[in-house]
Nanobody
Framework: QVQLVDSGGGLVQPGGSLRLSCAASGSIVGITDMNWYRQAPGKQRELVATISRGGNTNYADSVLGRFTISRDNAKNTVALQMDSLKPEDTAVYYC???????????????WGQGTQVTVSS
């Protein structure tokens, strides 16, 4: 059984910062891309940032220059540093990873449970 547990959300004022963390655990053989998505009320889930195993990153235009994704391959963790937060960043944030497990002997997508980020004065 593989689990992704994300954390670090909360309430922050506009211009503030938050750091989200996500840890993968279980019978993991390997992890390729690790991603952060978000879903605001009434909107579709959108990809915010992605990082390859080798450290290549991509960001949504809306967060470029403000968010930074990073990962620790030895610990199977991914983080999202969010700076200069805006009210429009308010959403539930989910980590996602493509993982090869011993139990299934194949690649599957796994999701964290989500963590709420609210940007408001």
């Amino acid at each position: 059984q593989v689990q992704l547990v994300d954390s670090g959300g909360g309430l922050v004022q506009p211009g503030g910062s938050l750091r989200l963390s996500c840890a993968a655990s279980g019978s993991i053989v390997g992890i390729t891309d690790m991603n952060w998505y978000r879903q605001a009320p009434g909107k579709q889930r959108e990809l915010v940032a992605t990082i390859s195993r080798g450290g290549n990153t991509n960001y949504a235009d809306s967060v470029l220059g403000r968010f930074t994704i990073s990962r620790d391959n030895a610990k199977n963790t991914v983080a999202l540093q969010m700076d200069s937060l805006k009210p429009e960043d308010t959403a539930v944030y989910y980590c996602n990873a493509r993982i090869f497990t011993r139990a299934t002997a194949r690649w599957n997508d796994y999701w964290g449970q989500g963590t709420q980020v609210t940007v408001s004065s």
